[in-house]
């Protein structure tokens, strides 16, 4: 074969490969392009409990995590503060679910793609003069809280029988403004961003 069949031949190569490439939506580059790895998946899907009760001063609670953009509830063992206080019973088991929150998730929930956005400075106290009874003041103004964290603790105090199970939690903050019921609506289990939006919290006022 002669040079010029060479060519000739390696030309017809090129332009079919090009013709090819064309044909497919690519096109040509001179630089490297790294796709990046597979997306990773989570089930977002609780790891299973025993059904065996839990020992003395132990009680089975509903907590609500985050899970990718949404909330999903995660049953845990929660034990009670000793020393309850009569004047208050509710306070305790408040106390414990925001621990609960506010807890590293197990090696099984971070698998199963759980995590919580509790800060972990915030507290929890009882109503103060001129509240109602089922209210319940945080050391942060709710509405200064991460969404996903008010959202979280809203619904995990309105899930919990001994705080009355309202699918809804009375708070207020630190200062002087009044509490608001915040209710835990299947809207804001799947996007707890509402939590950001003016508004969600009704004023007592307002509340039959």
Same mark, same amino acid.
């Given at each position: 074969?002669?040079?010029?069949?060479?060519?000739?031949?390696?030309?017809?190569?090129?332009?079919?490969?090009?013709?090819?490439?064309?044909? &497919?939506?690519?096109?040509?580059?001179?630089?490297?392009?790294?796709?990046?790895?597979?997306?990773?998946?989570?089930? &977002?899907?609780?790891?299973?409990?025993?059904?065996?009760?839990?020992?003395? @001063?132990?009680?089975?609670?509903?907590?609500?995590?985050?899970? !990718?953009?949404?909330? *999903?509830?995660?049953?845990?063992?929660?034990?009670?503060?000793?020393?309850?206080? *009569?004047?208050?019973?509710?306070?305790?088991?408040?106390?414990?679910?925001?621990?609960?929150?506010?807890?590293?998730?197990?090696?099984?929930?971070?698998?199963?793609?759980?995590?919580?956005?509790? /800060?972990?400075?915030?507290?929890?106290?009882?109503?103060?003069?001129?509240?109602?009874?089922?209210? $319940?003041? $945080?050391?942060?103004?709710?509405?200064?809280? /991460?969404?996903?964290?008010?959202?979280? $603790?809203? &619904?995990?105090?309105?899930?919990?029988?001994?705080?009355?199970?309202?699918?809804?939690?009375?708070?207020? !903050?630190? !200062?002087?403004?009044?509490?608001?019921?915040?209710? &835990?609506?299947?809207?804001?289990?799947?996007?707890? +961003?509402?939590?950001?939006?003016?508004?969600?919290?009704? /004023?007592?006022? +307002?509340? @039959?």
């Amino acid at each position: 074969m002669t040079p010029t069949m060479r060519r000739g031949r390696r030309t017809a190569a090129l332009a079919a490969l090009a013709l090819a490439a064309a044909g &497919c939506g690519i096109r040509g580059t001179s630089v490297p392009v790294d796709a990046g790895g597979a997306p990773s998946r989570v089930s &977002c899907k609780a790891p299973a409990t025993a059904p065996a009760p839990g020992p003395p @001063g132990t009680t089975q609670a509903t907590v609500y995590l985050v899970c !990718g953009s949404a909330l *999903a509830q995660v049953e845990r063992t929660v034990t009670l503060p000793k020393g309850a206080s *009569a004047d208050d019973p509710r306070l305790p088991t408040a106390r414990a679910l925001l621990g609960e929150l506010q807890r590293q998730p197990s090696a099984d929930e971070e698998k199963a793609g759980f995590s919580s956005a509790l /800060p972990a400075r915030l507290r929890v106290t009882g109503p103060r003069s001129g509240d109602p009874s089922d209210a $319940l003041r $945080l050391s942060m103004r709710p509405d200064d809280l /991460p969404s996903f964290a008010l959202a979280q $603790l809203v &619904c995990t105090y309105g899930a919990s029988p001994a705080l009355g199970r309202t699918h809804a939690a009375v708070l207020g !903050g630190p !200062g002087d403004e009044s509490a608001h019921r915040f209710d &835990c609506s299947a809207d804001v289990l799947a996007n707890p +961003d509402i939590a950001e939006n003016a508004g969600w919290g009704d /004023p007592l006022s +307002d509340v @039959g």
